[in-house]
């Protein structure tokens, strides 16, 4: 049922997100989206130059609200950075068992449109999985990963989205959880691995002051 209330512009996003996510960007015609909207295409077309433009701004709608997923998630998780980390991918190991569940639409996407790769949809797309590698960073950051911060935010993005693609193969969401027993292993052995790193540079500095 139409939310008459929104803005005209919201309700065709939220159109587009319905539609994508059921039969994918490419099965889905304009006259879909318009009619789901309860608009006509002219309509639609002042609100969106294009379908590949609604297509960005569908994504570009989604990157705020799934990083505070991961945020909440996060934050929700008892325990140390590695067991908070290892609780995103145990809560979309959950999201994975919902026979509605579909992975990363950001990833279906990219692969809708793998023969564009200027396509604006996949510059939303990657500019979200880049502020996602960012924030692990930082968090990992504070955690004690050194120098390893930024190395290893890029290995769990390999890890999460890795997961997302063999989840959705085999239809089996296990395999998430897998992933965030071996993102924590990860993450705990980056953090030592630093910490051992800065505990020897600390001896040589205070070595070499004893020479002086």
Same mark, same amino acid.
Request: net charge positive.
């Given at each position: 049922?139409?939310?008459?209330?929104?803005?005209?512009?919201?309700?065709?996003?939220?159109?587009?997100?319905?539609?994508?996510?059921?039969?994918?960007?490419?099965?889905?015609?304009?006259?879909?989206?318009?009619?789901?909207?309860?608009?006509?295409?002219?309509? #639609?077309?002042?609100?969106?130059?294009?379908?590949?433009?609604?297509?960005?701004?569908?994504?570009?709608?989604?990157?705020?609200?799934?990083?505070?997923?991961?945020?909440?998630?996060?934050?929700?998780?008892?325990?140390?950075?590695?067991?908070?980390?290892?609780?995103?991918?145990?809560?979309?190991?959950?999201?994975?068992?919902?026979?509605?569940?579909?992975?990363?639409?950001?990833?279906?996407?990219?692969?809708?449109?793998?023969?564009?790769?200027?396509?604006?949809?996949?510059?939303?797309?990657?500019?979200?999985?880049?502020?996602?590698?960012?924030?692990?960073?930082?968090?990992?950051?504070?955690?004690?990963?050194?120098?390893?911060?930024?190395?290893?935010?890029?290995?769990?993005?390999?890890? #999460?989205?890795?997961?997302?693609?063999?989840?959705? #193969?085999?239809?089996?969401?296990?395999?998430?959880?897998?992933?965030?027993?071996?993102?924590?292993?990860?993450?705990?052995?980056?953090?030592?691995?630093?910490?051992?790193?800065?505990?020897?540079?600390?001896?040589?500095?205070?070595?070499?002051?004893?020479?002086?």
């Amino acid at each position: 049922m139409r939310d008459r209330s929104l803005p005209t512009r919201e309700r065709i996003l939220q159109a587009a997100a319905k539609l994508f996510h059921q039969d994918g960007i490419r099965a889905i015609s304009v006259d879909a989206i318009a009619k789901k909207a309860g608009v006509t295409k002219r309509t #639609l077309y002042y609100h969106f130059r294009s379908k590949d433009d609604l297509i960005a701004a569908h994504l570009q709608a989604r990157d705020e609200p799934n990083l505070s997923f991961f945020k909440r998630w996060f934050e929700e998780t008892e325990g140390d950075v590695p067991e908070k980390v290892a609780g995103i991918f145990r809560q979309l190991a959950q999201s994975a068992r919902s026979a509605k569940w579909k992975g990363c639409g950001f990833l279906r996407t990219s692969v809708e449109l793998i023969n564009l790769p200027g396509h604006p949809a996949l510059v939303a797309a990657r500019a979200h999985k880049k502020r996602v590698e960012e924030w692990l960073g930082s968090a990992l950051t504070e955690a004690g990963a050194g120098n390893n911060a930024l190395p290893l935010a890029r290995q769990i993005m390999l890890l #999460l989205d890795g997961s997302f693609s063999v989840v959705l #193969l085999h239809r089996d969401p296990s395999y998430m959880e897998t992933a965030a027993d071996a993102v924590s292993d990860l993450i705990r052995g980056s953090i030592s691995s630093a910490n051992a790193a800065q505990h020897s540079d600390h001896a040589k500095s205070a070595e070499r002051q004893e020479t002086v």
